[in-house]
């Protein structure tokens, strides 16, 4: 086995800033298609040559994701409309809902798990995750699989 065939899965606290940089980067790319690669490295502070050297040995865990199924748990407030919310937001990002399952609300909070597909043309699950764990009412968010 090839060190190229070792993945690993590291909190970004131990990454170099240089490789939480490269991300950022490739996120800037992503979201502004009038970005040049130069306009971007400026922009987060790397060089293009640190760009080319790290941009395919480095990416955020849920933008690794596309083609794939995650099932997800939240642990949310027991609030009318605040399901609708989060299924918005998966609508919004294009992703195909496979599953959903709530429990039974005690002391007025709800578990939430929800299986998608993240199918080409989604927006990265990384701002889905974003997007539904700063929304009022929303107490915790856990991937549980990821096929």
């Known amino acids: 086995m090839s060190s190229k065939d070792n993945l690993y899965l590291v909190n970004e606290d131990a990454l170099p800033e240089v490789l939480k940089q490269v991300v950022k980067a490739k996120k800037l790319l992503e979201t502004d298609k009038s970005l040049t690669i130069q306009e971007a490295t400026d922009a987060v502070g790397i060089s293009r040559s640190s760009f080319y050297k790290y941009k395919d040995e480095v990416t955020l865990f849920h933008d690794n994701t596309r083609g794939k199924t995650i099932t997800f748990m939240l642990i949310m407030d027991d609030e009318p409309g605040l399901l609708s919310s989060v ?25 939430v798990t929800i299986s998608i597909r993240i199918v080409p043309g989604c927006e990265s699950a990384s701002v889905l995750f974003e997007a539904i764990e700063s929304m009022k009412g929303i107490c915790d968010i856990k991937i549980l699989a990821r096929e």
């Open 87 to 111: 299924l918005g937001e998966v609508a919004k990002g294009g992703y195909n809902i496979l599953t959903i399952h709530q429990s039974v609300p005690v002391n007025n909070i709800a578990t």
